[in-house]
Structures are given as C-alpha cells and as structure tokens.
Nanobody, 124 residues
Framework: QVQLVESGGGLVQAGGSLRLSCTAS????????MGWFRQAPGKEREFVGV????????YNVDSVKGRFTISRDNAKNTVYLQMNGLKPEDTAVYFC?????????????????WGQGTHVTVSS
C-alpha cells in the first residue's frame, strides 16, 4: 500500500515557477514508476509526465516540454514537478500517481495509487 501526498501548490503569476512535491507516507516510491497528472476546472484529468524508477527516463507531454521537469529523490522518498514559465492554462489540480507496471504510460487506469492533489492557480 502506498499513501501519496502532494504539496507545493499555490497562486503564482504568469511566468512564475512552482515546485510540487509528492511524498509517500507509506510505501517506498523507488518501487514505482511515478506519474504526474492535472485536472483543469471543467476538464478531464490529463497526463503531464512520468519518470522511471531510477529517474533515468522521463517523458513529458508536448504542452509542458521545456517548462516542466520531473525528478525524484528516492533517498527522500519524494518525486518533484518543477514548473517554470507558468501560464494561466496550467491552472489545475495536480496529482501524482504510482504504478507497479513497467511501461511509462500516460493511461490513468494503469496507475495503482493516487494522491489527493494540490491546487495550482496561475494568474495573468
């Protein structure tokens, strides 16, 4: 069992930065591929990116490439989402998720554990 907790969300002006953290209150995150997803107001949840167990492979969707960076520190049992150059359209609730699978997938159904989410609001 893994209990995920996101933090680091807040209100930021366009062009600003935030770093989200995802920690496990239970479980060892190094055993999992870790994904980030987001859900904007009135929209379906969408995939943002995923990082491999050792952090050696990372995939981000095109809309955030060059602006968002996923990393992990397995010694701290934490995964990060560094967000730079934020835009109003990045406003959403951001979720981290863990999968026991071996495929770096964007499919929500393949993720076994989810955090409760942290709110990010980007003002124009």
């Amino acid at each position: 069992q893994v209990q995920l907790v996101e933090s680091g969300g807040g209100l930021v002006q366009a062009g600003g930065s935030l770093r989200l953290s995802c920690t496990a209150s239970e479980g060892t995150l190094s055993n999992y591929l870790m994904g980030w997803f987001r859900q904007a107001p009135g929209k379906e949840r969408e995939f943002v990116g995923v990082i491999s167990r050792n952090g050696g492979s990372i995939y981000n969707v095109d809309s955030v490439k060059g602006r968002f960076t996923i990393s992990r520190d397995n010694a701290k049992n934490t995964v990060y989402l560094q967000m730079n150059g934020l835009k109003p359209e990045d406003t959403a609730v951001y979720f981290c998720a863990a999968t026991k699978g071996v495929t770096m997938s964007r499919r929500e159904i393949l993720y076994d554990y989810w955090g409760q989410g942290t709110h990010v609001t980007v003002s124009s």
